[in-house]
């Protein structure tokens, strides 16, 4: 490497190319230690950015990373055994030494902070519009209009971010409200003084999909209420491509790589970036994509070794990476703009590499010989009308009943040889209570259950026994799904000690498991706490397999996952299929991952399928509104598409379960019965349920809606 | 695929294999930083010193106890017709009593007595709670209904004068009967507790995978449930330990326990209760040892609570 070393170097925080104005908010080197039993945490290291006033800037980084850390930092909101050195200047003023007491003049008035999960930061004994009247007369000046005023403020500050009837709902307390509708209030209440600086950490990571692309609205016309500059930190590459004008990546407590979003998404320069960028499924692209996995897992805080700490899992390091670690320093071709800390940026900025260049792809497996026809292979698993309510009951002694709960509401799907059904929703569909359903192989309430050719409904104890060799399950929580008092090889082996497996036999079958997963035999004596995330879940697939079932259950194996590792699971999971024949009922909410991943896909709503039908017909013309909503809430890690794409922003919540709406169960949140149907038509929505049939003559797809019309909508 | 030009050493070893195999990190390198949670609370309860002192006192009133008979002269049985009533001696390090037994030696015996009881009954009682709450717990309908009819109807009867009222039926066979009885009326609260416990780890993903694979439900009980309340199931044995040593010595008081020629703690005080400011030695040691034996329990319970509690950990020194 013959570059010469980068001159206008040391100090060089990122700020926008061509902006003398003073920034909004200026961070210096700061860096943050917590001491702990296990040694200091040194959680952010030296990190500087600016803000200018009203832009975005999204701060990206895994769980562990540091980001949220660095946000409260700047609200000098860390606890007191934090030590916290450098410097955050906010309109000039310094803010790190001040008395909290000064502090209380900037918090809440000229920055203000949203939360991740909104019902633990809204007080639950107070009501909504209560809280927010707080938040405007804490900072009142001289008493000016009193409480009736901020009373008013309050309900108009309700109605700005969406919320129907404020003036009623301003009575409300957080627990009545839906998770989206809290996050809303704390909106409200953020944007109550209208601060010049808005902090939002992970604002949408609790909530679905529609309520997050609601949220983004709301914050959207918040910043243009106020003309506050916002930080927005995610771990949603696909949310930070859509909202923010810059980009910061960061990485084990330090920025890795900072600049212009089209930069960053677009022309990437340090490997981490790029690996975070393949290891990301497109919706958009789907099965043709290669994942590119990070292996490895992010270092622990404690004793980071002298050089760049993304060296163990780079493919890309020299002798250099492990002596020195880099500083963020502008790239040659971009100045100041876009910045990275790489030694080998300048190299890979040069050839323009890409995540797939730096990053081996894995062989896609290949799909094995010509594919039997859907119709010729035979069916594992045939759901018909599957139905489970839950009563509702009211009082401990005199018990009564009053209501249902239609969970599951009649479902058909199948399942053939060698096929991935992808069953997608939002949380509080069904679809964990469908497949729960399906995996206690009994008579379900109403409908039929066939497994391997066997009705649950008729089956001895000893058949059900049996099934359950070839109907194995991997679960979402990797931490949760495995005894934490057992040996890894205890844990793997005890599905063959039920199945009677001789004892001999289970140890080499233990280790063979194990390789297959991509762990080692010697794993075995190790219990689960000494893995990662990512190792765990590939526990849990092992664990899974144990038996050679032949349909898996993998109820969202990878949500609980960070991006980067991901990858990998999903990876493993496709190579298992081709390797082993394998099929999945794969559950999700995450849609990527699912058109990744999936030949079929499902839509549930509300208990119900709105759409079924092969995966990219599906998602490439989908056909209920429904699923229309549900692609075009989901947001694009490519800021390009994400500019020109037309959102569709579904109104209100998910109806109760207990109180489905009449007739056609999403009419309530259709854009369509909204839109574009007249007095007549809608009329048939509100009487009549549409059935689950085939409308659009294509061949392998059924919908639910009496005016199915597929568009495109990525 | 653009290869860069320059060749990268590191890249080429571990540019093939299938999937996570190629792993920069030596695999190796995992599960250092993870003590393993047993090694965690050995070393939290070490942390506590007064629970160390708890144990440490333990154990020398149990070695005593059982060691102490081979090495003095006298045994509790053996009459000294040469010093009646005498007060603490080099010979008789806790005096005599009117008849010439030796008083150390009857605290001693009276102390083995009293821990084995306690010991016995702590573990009956807490394996009994365990098994009947997890079943209850694990299995639901009738089941539970009867388990917990059960319990209620054992929690509301006088279990003190149940067991003095039976006494007499018991006297003269073995004192283990006795340990069943104080057993039987102590395990209902843990039970309860146990129960709790298990409906929330029924619903445990680990539980279920365990259940969709097809593991009968009492091995999932023995396997996956008792072992995972084990800090709760320690706890509650030693605090089992001292109130069962309690109860015992409350019984024997008044004549209900353990029968002579046998002697515990509580058949101790009970008998010289009355000498307590005449011949105070005849009182005063065997009470000191129940406090003493009683208290270190105690601290040894409180300092494993601590131990197991992950939360009561979080302090910043």
């Not at chain 1, 040694?39 to 006033?53: D, F, H, K, M, N």
């Not at chain 1, 409260?72 to 450098?86: K, Q, T, W, Y």
């Not at chain 2, 003590?35 to 154990?59: D, M, N, Q, T």
């Not at chain 2, 306690?118 to 009956?124: E, H, Y």
Request: proline share 7%; hydrophobic share 45%; net charge neutral.
């Amino acid at each position: 490497m013959n570059t010469e070393p980068p001159t206008p170097a040391r100090d060089a925080t990122v700020a926008p190319a061509g902006t003398p104005a003073a920034p909004l908010l200026q961070v210096a080197d700061l860096s943050v230690t917590f001491s702990t039993d296990a040694g200091p945490i040194t959680a952010v290291r030296s990190l500087s950015y600016q803000v200018q006033p009203g832009e975005v800037l999204g701060i990206v980084g895994e769980s562990g990373s540091g980001k949220t850390v660095s946000s409260l930092a700047v609200m000098a909101l860390l606890p007191p055994h934090a030590r916290v050195s450098g410097s955050v200047r906010f309109q000039g003023r310094e803010i790190l030494g001040q008395s909290d007491k000064d502090l209380s003049a900037i918090r809440g008035r000229r920055i203000a902070m949203i939360f991740q999960d909104p019902l633990s930061a809204l007080t639950p004994v107070y009501t909504v519009g209560d809280q927010i009247e707080e938040a405007i007369l804490v900072h009142a000046d001289r008493g000016g209009g009193g409480r009736t005023a901020a009373r008013a403020r309050a309900i108009e500050l309700l109605a700005l971010v969406g919320i129907p009837n404020p003036r009623q709902r301003a009575a409300a307390f957080p627990h009545e409200f839906s998770g989206g509708m809290r996050q809303r209030a704390m909106i409200a209440m953020a944007i109550a003084n209208n601060p010049d600086l808005i902090i939002a950490d992970e604002p949408t990571t609790a909530l679905d999909v529609t309520i997050q692309a609601q949220i983004l609205e709301v914050l959207r016309t918040a910043q243009q209420a106020t003309g506050a500059a916002i930080i927005l930190i995610t771990h949603d590459l696909g949310v930070v491509a859509g909202f923010a004008d810059r980009v910061a990546v960061m990485y084990a407590g330090k920025l890795v790589e900072a600049g212009a979003v089209d930069d960053l998404f677009y022309r990437a320069r340090m490997p981490y970036t790029l690996g975070l960028l393949g290891s990301i499924p497109r919706l958009d692209i789907g099965r043709r994509q290669p994942l590119t996995p990070i292996e490895g897992n992010p270092p622990s805080l404690v004793n980071l070794p002298l050089g760049c700490p993304f060296v163990p899992r780079c493919p890309m390091r020299v002798e250099k990476c492990i002596e020195v670690e880099p500083d963020l320093l502008p790239l040659a071709a971009s100045g100041q703009a876009h910045a990275a800390a790489c030694h080998r940026s300048d190299e890979i900025e040069r050839l323009n590499m890409t995540s797939v260049d730096v990053f081996p792809a894995p062989a896609r497996p290949a799909a094995s010989g010509v594919r039997v026809p859907r119709e010729k292979r035979g069916s594992l698993l045939d759901v018909r009308d599957l139905v489970k309510e839950y009563p509702l009951i009211k009082g401990a002694v005199m018990r009564r009943r009053i209501g249902t709960v239609h969970a599951v509401d009649g479902i058909s799907f199948d399942i053939r040889e060698s096929e991935t059904l992808g069953l997608v929703g939002e949380s509080g569909c069904g679809k964990t209570t469908a497949i729960i359903e399906i995996l206690n192989l009994v008579k379900p309430m109403s409908g039929t259950i066939v497994v391997l050719g066997k009705d649950t409904a008729a089956m001895t104890p000893e058949e059900r026994f049996a099934i359950r060799r070839d109907l194995q399950v991997v679960f979402q929580d990797p931490m949760a799904s495995l005894d934490p008092r057992l040996p890894v090889g205890d844990i793997l082996a005890e599905p063959m000690h039920a199945h009677g497996v001789p004892a001999t036999d289970r140890g080499n079958r233990v280790r063979e498991l194990l390789q297959l997963v991509g762990l080692q035999p010697e794993h075995a004596n190790r219990y689960p706490q000494a893995f990662s995330g990512g190792q765990r879940q590939r526990i849990g697939i092992a664990r899974a397999l144990a038996l050679q079932p032949r349909v898996l259950v993998l109820d969202e194996p990878v949500s609980a996952l960070d991006v980067s590792i991901r990858a990998g699971v999903i990876n493993l999971l496709e190579h298992l299929r081709a390797a082993l024949g394998l099929s999945y009922l794969f559950v999700a909410h995450d849609l990527s991952v699912v058109r990744h991943i999936a030949d079929r896909v499902a839509v549930m709503y509300l208990g119900r399928l709105v759409e079924i039908g092969d995966i990219d017909e599906v998602f490439d013309h989908p056909a209920h509104p429904y699923t229309q909503a549900l692609l075009s809430a989901i947001p694009l890690p490519d800021p390009q598409k994400e500019r020109r794409r037309r959102r569709i922003v579904l109104q209100g919540d998910l109806p109760s379960p207990a109180d489905p709406p009449s007739g056609c169960r999403f009419r309530t949140r259709c854009q369509k019965f909204a839109h574009e149907l007249d007095e007549r038509m809608r009329q048939r929505c509100i009487d009549e349920a549409p059935a689950l049939i085939d409308r659009t003559g294509s061949q392998d797809r059924l919908d639910a809606c009496h005016y199915a019309t597929p568009s495109s909508v990525l | 695929m653009t290869v860069p030009t320059d060749p990268d050493p590191l890249r080429e070893a571990q540019d093939t294999g299938p999937l996570a195999s190629r792993s920069p990190i030596p695999l190796d390198a995992i599960g250092t930083e993870a003590a393993s949670r047993g090694r965690l609370v050995v070393r939290r309860f070490l942390h506590k010193r007064l629970a160390i002192g708890g144990l440490v006192a333990v154990l020398l009133l149990f070695a005593c106890a059982y060691a102490s008979p081979h090495l003095v002269t006298w045994q509790y049985n053996e009459l000294d017709t040469s010093a009646f009533l005498s007060s603490p001696t080099i010979d008789h390090w806790f005096g005599t009593t009117q008849n010439g037994f030796d008083m150390f030696a009857l605290t001693m015996r009276g102390m083995q007595k009293s821990l084995i009881i306690g010991l016995l009954g702590a573990l009956l009682s807490t394996t009994l709670a365990a098994v009947v709450g997890a079943f209850a717990g694990y299995f639901g309908g009738v089941l539970n209904a009867v388990l917990l009819t059960f319990i209620d109807l054992l929690l509301v009867l006088p279990s003190f004068l149940i067991i003095a009222i039976l006494s007499p039926t018991f006297r003269g066979r073995t004192w283990l009967i006795f340990v069943l009885l104080l057993a039987a009326f102590q395990w209902m609260i843990t039970a309860r507790i146990v129960r709790g416990l298990t409906l929330s780890l029924k619903e445990r993903e680990f539980v279920q995978a365990a259940r969709f694979m097809g593991v009968p439900g009492w091995r999932i009980i023995f396997r996956h449930i008792l072992p995972n309340m084990s800090s709760l199931l320690i706890i509650d044995a030693t605090v089992n330990v001292s109130s069962l040593i309690l109860a015992e010595v409350g019984l024997s008081f008044f004549g209900f326990g353990v029968q002579p020629p046998d002697v515990s703690l509580g058949t101790l005080i009970g008998d010289y209760a009355g000498a307590a400011l005449t011949y105070p030695w005849q009182f005063y040691f065997p009470a000191g040892c129940l406090v003493a034996l009683v208290l270190a329990i105690n601290l040894v319970g409180d300092g494993l609570r601590d131990a197991f509690d992950p939360n009561a950990g979080i302090r910043i020194t």
